[in-house]
């Protein structure tokens, strides 16, 4: 049968065609004019980038491959690592947050939720999954990421990826080696492929076997080449190693920088505007730089992603009334009291600080204490109308509460000394980490073109004036012009002001607990001591407050773990320029780095306490191989104390190469009610031991005498060493 539209591409599946033929007869029928409109965004440069900046990119998604005459509805872009961000949806606790959870099946259903949102908006394609490993805490964007570990970072992205993908395409990102923010347009990164292939790709690997539908390329550059038009990376490795069957679209606006390259390279769609291709990929094909074979890949690529998702988007998509949903909500507090982690639980009089008696006077004292500190302002920022800060969720769970913004810190300890507990609220905004839009290399402004189509500025007019309102939340008029501020960090600590207030609280009364709102690690050797209790809620999403105090009151006992290492100081970590133009990653960072130097975290990699104990008997312990299948890890977690909890068991590696870094290889959370015993197994693939060789460029099977390692923490002393033979 003729294929002449999308409609028709779809009944040949179905007919029993195969989805690449398809594909392929649909690309063949179309105009050389209409394929090429499919290899960038549908909306003009200059109406669009006006739009942005008056919030537009929370009003309607970023079309793209949009080809009306033959039914093609292509794809329409919206982000979402903390929710949809298109219209006032719910806002979930940061990813960094959810890495915290160390739980996958949370994940999954917070993708879930997030995805029926996004599709209720009209988008069905999205970048909430991010995975860029957490090379350095300062990184300004780490509160995107799960954790510093690939592994874990791999597994709670799958994890979103599956719940995403019930009701929208999914694109992972930022493919690859990007951890850095204010350098981003213009750092190389020098990395070689052992260090590649073993900690900055393999968690993109696991989104890929997951079946993602879309990657994003990086901004930076690797090993000479920028990411968006890097053939090693598009073609290589996620296509002829790997056998992604998706496409590939380019990070935002200087996501590529030149037509001809990005095609040719692998780069399917420039996102999200008719910019560089638009204007120089005709003379590209006329003087043979790229192919018209290179275009309908491009375009076949696309189109059969649309179709091998056809049933997921074509089923009906909730009513937009789902945004902000009832059952989102109460996800979103169980997401944020899952995740704050319990860093230190002193006793004062006998008794450990925390929980706290509900019916307790508590003073509530910080500058953010009474804020909606959701995070990130940048592409990620949710404009969630119904948000609860830490103040309102105290003062629903506690008898009194007392509130001081902190401002004048010896007043703030005459309230907290009249209080049976005092709650200090410290950390960072938007105003210190986040995306970075800032000066940028003039050079990029050439990018641009000359002016827009008239014709295709009037369309996008129309659209606009047609679109759902979205309501601007008041906290967003406080913050100055700009997309975002945030950036790299230029300390790991806490600012001056809430290390000064931390100091006059905790003298003023012995049961201080801080709480630390921050996307990544924070240095906290001048204070820490000087209070019983410490956690780190994050940024909570729209029910921070609620979730940390069903926490601090003991409705929810602790079990987040860190989904990093927390340093003693700075210079326990590698270096970190936030303005390098050119860097070399290598494979030691976070707890890696820190066990390779034997350098004590202030706490380690996988680390938190309870409310109960937990202890993970040695003699309880097996590694079995199979003979064709996994490693298998069993024992049995107990809980040694008087309340029901979950603990999480972690599984490590030592590989016979001593100066490989040691790997974590498997984790199982583990519900164990007080005073009882459960069992748990991981199973470990073979291949999770497997180590790249770089003359072979390819893998080599896992040989000889490794280390397998059951712990509660990297650093626990408690852990118990299995060895085993493979050959």
């Known amino acids: 049968m003729a294929i002449t539209t999308f409609d028709d591409a779809r009944a040949a599946v179905r007919a029993g065609t195969s989805i690449d033929d398809a594909a392929a007869g649909l690309v063949a029928s179309m105009t050389p004019e209409e394929r090429l409109w499919c290899l960038d965004g549908d909306q003009p440069t200059w109406a669009g980038l006006g739009s942005l900046g008056s919030g537009g990119y929370h009003r309607s998604p970023f079309p793209a491959a949009q080809v009306e005459r033959i039914g093609l509805d292509g794809v329409a872009f919206a982000d979402g690592p903390r929710g949809c961000v298109i219209g006032n949806a719910t806002a979930f606790p940061v990813s960094m947050a959810r890495g915290a959870t160390w739980d996958p099946d949370l994940e999954e259903r917070i993708g879930d939720a997030i995805g029926r949102e996004l599709r209720a908006a009209g988008a069905n394609l999205t970048g909430a999954v991010c995975i860029n490993v957490l090379r350095h805490p300062a990184w300004g964007r780490a509160q995107e990421t799960y954790g510093e570990d690939p592994f874990l970072v791999g597994e709670l992205g799958a994890a979103l990826t599956r719940g995403l993908q019930g009701h929208v395409l999914a694109c992972v990102k930022h493919f690859a080696c990007n951890s850095m923010e204010n350098a981003r347009f213009t750092v190389d990164v020098t990395v070689d492929e052992v260090a590649l292939h073993e900690v900055y790709l393999p968690h993109f690997k696991r989104i890929v076997d997951e079946g993602v539908a879309s990657v994003m390329s990086a901004y930076n550059s690797v090993n000479g080449e920028w990411a968006g038009q890097s053939r090693a990376l598009l073609t290589d490795v996620l296509r002829d190693e790997w056998g992604f069957e998706g496409f590939v679209i380019s990070d935002w606006i200087f996501g590529m920088r030149d037509a001809a390259t990005s095609v040719t390279a692998g780069l399917d769609v420039e996102m999200p505007y008719r910019m560089v291709r638009a204007q120089h990929l005709p003379d590209a094909l006329e003087r043979g730089d790229a192919s018209w074979d290179d275009v309908d890949r491009s375009v076949r690529r696309i189109v059969a992603t649309l179709l091998r998702f056809d049933e997921v988007l074509s089923a009906p998509a909730s009513p937009r009334s789902i945004l902000g949903a009832p059952e989102h909500r109460a996800l979103a507090r ?226 987040a773990r860190l989904p990093f290492s927390v340093p003693a100081d700075e210079s326990d970590l590698p270096p970190f320029d936030r303005d390098a133009t050119s860097f070399t990653y290598d494979r030691w960072h976070g707890w890696w780095h820190l066990r390779r130097t034997g350098t004590a975290p202030a706490y380690p990699f996988g680390f938190g306490l309870s409310y109960t104990t937990f202890e993970v008997p040695g003699d309880d312990v097996a590694v079995e191989v199979a003979s064709d299948g996994p490693v298998v890890v069993t024992g049995t977690v107990r809980n040694t104390g008087d309340r029901d909890g979950a603990d999480v068991v972690q599984v490590y590696g030592r590989l016979p190469d001593t100066e490989a870094p040691e790997r974590l290889l498997g984790f199982a959370r583990v519900e164990v009610p007080a005073g009882g015993s459960v069992p748990f197994r991981v199973e470990v693939p073979v291949d999770r031991l497997a180590t790249r060789d770089p003359a072979a460029h390819a893998w080599a099977a896992p040989k000889g005498t490794y280390v397998i390692t059951v712990a509660r923490h990297a650093a626990d002393p408690a852990a118990t060493e299995r060895r085993i033979d493979l050959v």
């Not at 003039?442 to 500025?457: N, R």
């Not at 006059?504 to 050797?525: E, F, L």
């Open 334 to 559: 169980e997401a944020a009291a899952r995740s704050v982690v319990l860093l230190r639980n002193e006793s004062v009089d006998g008794t450990p600080v925390l929980p706290l008696d509900p019916s307790a006077s508590v003073a509530v004292v910080g500058r953010l204490a009474d804020r909606v500190n959701l995070g990130d302002g940048g592409s990620s920022d949710v404009w969630d109308l119904d948000c609860h800060t830490v103040l309102d969720g105290l003062r629903d769970a506690v008898g009194t509460v007392t509130h001081d913004d902190g401002s004048d810190p010896d007043r703030a300890a005459s309230v907290a000394a009249g209080a049976d507990v005092a709650l200090v609220v410290v950390g960072y905004t938007f105003l210190d980490e986040g995306e970075y839009i800032g000066s940028t290399d003039p050079a990029l402004t050439k990018l641009f073109p000359p002016a827009d189509d008239p014709e295709l500025v009037a369309r996008f007019e129309a659209a606009n004036a047609a679109l759902a309102p979205t309501e601007q939340p008041e906290r967003i008029g406080e913050r100055p012009g700009g997309f975002s501020v945030g950036g790299d960090r230029t300390s790991l600590r806490l600012l001056d002001e809430d290390v000064a207030l931390i100091r006059a609280v905790a003298a003023a009364n012995p049961r201080t607990v801080v709480a630390i709102q921050a996307g990544s690690a924070v240095v906290m050797s001048e204070w820490a001591e000087l209070v019983p209790g410490i956690v780190q809620p994050w940024y909570g999403g729209c029910q921070a407050g609620p979730g940390l105090a069903d926490v601090l009151v003991g409705d929810v006992v602790p079990s």
